[in-house]
């Protein structure tokens, strides 16, 4: 805060300092205001913009999970296929399991 033991020639010159210094205080105040209003619209753009890529990342792991236990399927398939295969040409028999 400014210096209160500031001495004055005048009630009208004491009176413009306190008006200009109200005023100075008043546009830091609504510049502040302002700068607060961008950073909350930036703040929500960004929010929704990460909201937006976490959902397709979402997307995306669920989709390869699907793709990772479609191939474990088919990799349990051919291996079994394998094991007939072998076990009817060596002859030996097919334990499961």
């Known amino acids: ?3 209160s033991g500031k001495t004055f020639s005048s009630e009208e010159e004491e009176a413009n300092y306190w008006k200009d210094l109200a005023m100075t205080y008043k546009q ?3 510049n502040t205001q302002e700068e607060l209003r961008e950073f909350q619209e930036g703040s929500r753009e960004y929010e929704a913009e990460l909201e937006t890529q976490l959902q ?3 997307t995306r792991n669920r989709d ?3 793709e990772n236990n479609r191939l474990r399927m088919e ?3 051919i291996k079994v296929r394998g ?3 072998h076990h009817r040409v060596s002859g030996e028999p097919l334990l499961c399991g």
Do not use: G, N, P
Request: charged residues 50%.
């Open 75 to 77: 990799l349990e398939t």
């Open 56 to 58: 397709q990342i979402e």
């Open 1 to 3: 805060m400014e210096d």
């Open 83 to 85: 094991e007939r295969k």
């Open 64 to 66: 390869l999970l699907s």
């Open 28 to 30: 830091r105040a609504e």
